[in-house]
T-cell receptor
């Protein structure tokens, strides 16, 4: 079973920041938080991951709470192309560990 | 970098035939590849974990004799759906992990339609 809880859907206005929450209250000390997104009829796209520190890359920022029980993915300036299903996943960082997908959050970016 | 390809991108076949789907890591070596299946409006379901040079590990409920997985090299894994039936129609997606990192990168998927 997936170890994360996400809202089923969210709306965001184009150009505004999209903040996608994720609860992972049972996360273990050696598990990372990963975010992927899936645009319709395509394979999932890696976005970002982190262990306990906040992370930022060219696509997004990841904010992890101090107790690591929740996190937020931030798309700073959402565009229509960011409309997708966003998956928050926790998994250990040792070889071959499985990535189990939950239901994800369907983000609609509106003009 | 970290590009994963799949071939074919879509396939239509008759019931009872077998279909082979290829998954390649184009610019990195992958000791581990994963195969997923996704039905319409559902999330990805892990089918099996494939390690180079060894037998695949199948998830509970996935028939290993129906879904044959071969991972003969560090850049290629194949999934063969044997004696396909209409209920096998789905979106099949593979992913691969870099040797030195465990971030998984996903292929674009293969849409299988069995008539």
């Amino acid at each position: 079973d997936a170890k994360t809880t996400q809202p089923p859907s969210m709306d965001c206005a184009e150009g505004r920041a999209a903040n996608l929450p994720c609860n992972h209250s049972t996360i273990s000390g050696n598990e990372y938080v990963y975010w992927y997104r899936q645009i319709h009829s395509q394979g999932p796209q890696y976005i970002i991951h982190g262990l306990k520190n906040n992370e930022t890359n060219e696509m997004a920022s990841l904010i992890i709470t101090e107790d690591r029980k929740s996190s937020t993915l931030i798309l700073p300036h959402a565009t229509l192309r960011d409309t997708a299903v966003y998956y928050c996943i926790v998994r250990a960082h040792t070889g071959g560990f499985k990535t189990i997908f939950g239901a994800g959050t369907r983000l609609f970016v509106k003009a | 970098g970290a590009v994963v390809s799949q071939h074919p991108s879509w396939v239509i076949c008759k019931s009872g035939t077998s279909v082979k789907i290829e998954c390649r890591s184009l610019d990195f070596q992958a000791t581990t590849m994963f195969w997923y299946r996704q039905f319409p409006k559902q999330s990805l379901m892990l089918m099996a974990t494939s390690n180079e040079g060894s037998k695949a590990t199948y998830e509970q409920g996935v028939e290993k004799d129906k879904f044959l997985i071969n991972h003969a090299s560090l850049t290629l894994s194949t999934l063969t759906v044997t004696s396909a039936h209409p209920e096998d129609s789905s979106f099949y997606i593979c992913s691969a992990s870099l040797v030195s990192s465990d971030t998984q990168y996903f292929g674009p998927g293969t849409r299988l339609t069995v008539l």
